[in-house]
Nanobody, 123 residues
Framework: VQLVESGGGLVQAGGSLRLSCAAS????????MGWFRQAPGKERVFVAA????????YYEDSVKGRFTISRDNAKNTVYLQMNSLKPEDTAVYYC?????????????????WGQGTQVTVSS
C-alpha cells in the first residue's frame, strides 16, 4: 500500500490544520492507521491511532483535546484535525498503516509509512 500525506504548512500558534493521508493498494479497511511526528533532532513519536472501524482511538497525552483522528474507508483516507496548535507541535508528520492489526501506539507495529508532511507552528 502507498500512503501520501497532505495538508501540512505554516500556521500561527492557536491555529488549525487538517492533515490527510490517502492510501492506495489493498483494502483500506483492513488497516489500523496511525499518525507520528518527528521534530528536528528528535526521534519519531506517536501522535494518534485509529482502528479499522473507527471505534478505537488513541492519542498522545500532549495532543488530547486538541487533535482528532478520523478515517473515511470509502475514500481510503485518514485525517488528523489539529486545533489550538502550539510551536512545540512543529514537526514532520507521518501516517502509517498496520495490516490486520489493532490500533496501536508502537511504531514498530506499522507496516507502511508515508513520506511525511511538514507542519510549522509560529509563535
Amino acid at each position: 500500500v502507498q500512503l501520501v500525506e497532505s495538508g501540512g504548512g505554516l500556521v500561527q500558534a492557536g491555529g488549525s490544520l487538517r492533515l490527510s493521508c490517502a492510501a492506495s493498494g489493498r483494502t483500506f479497511s483492513s488497516y489500523a492507521m496511525g499518525w507520528f511526528r518527528q521534530a528536528p533532532g528528535k526521534e519519531r513519536v506517536f501522535v494518534a491511532a485509529i482502528g479499522w472501524n473507527s471505534i478505537t482511538t488513541y492519542y498522545e497525552d500532549s495532543v488530547k483535546g486538541r487533535f482528532t483522528i478520523s478515517r473515511d474507508n470509502a475514500k481510503n483516507t485518514v485525517y488528523l484535525q489539529m486545533n489550538s496548535l502550539k510551536p512545540e507541535d512543529t514537526a514532520v508528520y507521518y501516517c502509517a498503516a498496520a495490516f490486520n492489526k489493532p490500533a496501536m501506539r508502537n511504531s514498530w507495529g506499522y507496516d507502511y509509512w508515508g513520506q511525511g508532511t511538514q507542519v510549522t507552528v509560529s509563535s
